[in-house]
């Protein structure tokens, strides 16, 4: 079963960068999953998607509309990186890193990953 855990978040002021980092344990990405996702919840909300790729089916990364442009998800054997530049308010929220051995294409929905991590928090302050 893969472990994954989340790092990189904190507290920035806006326009600010970071680099949330996600590391699989008790597993490999290349041998034990199709794809990532990133999703966040914000307080009071449900959990979204943020960004994710499919390296088994090779798509083209895909990303929620308020990120493009901002946001870049990236892999480098077993570390899955969500770049975030120009942050904003609105990204506040617990980010969180899951991974999918079933599909071949991108999931936007929960469902469709069986590994989480415990999420990391990013605050953005204005």
């Known amino acids: 079963q893969v472990q994954l855990v989340e790092s990189g978040g904190g507290l920035v002021q806006a326009g600010d960068s970071l680099r949330l980092s996600c590391a699989a344990s008790?597993?490999?990405?290349?041998?034990?999953?199709?794809?990532v996702g990133w999703f966040r919840r914000a307080p009071g909300k449900e959990r979204e998607f943020v960004a994710g790729m499919n390296w088994k089916s090779g798509h083209t990364p895909f990303y929620e509309d308020s990120v493009k442009g901002r946001f870049t998800v990236s892999r480098d054997n077993n570390l899955v990186y969500l770049q975030m530049n120009s942050l904003k308010p609105e990204d506040t929220a617990v980010y969180y890193c899951a991974a999918q051995n079933r599909y071949y294409y991108i999931p936007i929905m929960t469902p469709g990953y069986e590994f989480w991590g415990q999420g990391t928090q990013v605050t953005v302050s204005s």
């Open positions: 008790g597993g490999t990405f290349s041998a034990h999953a199709y794809g």
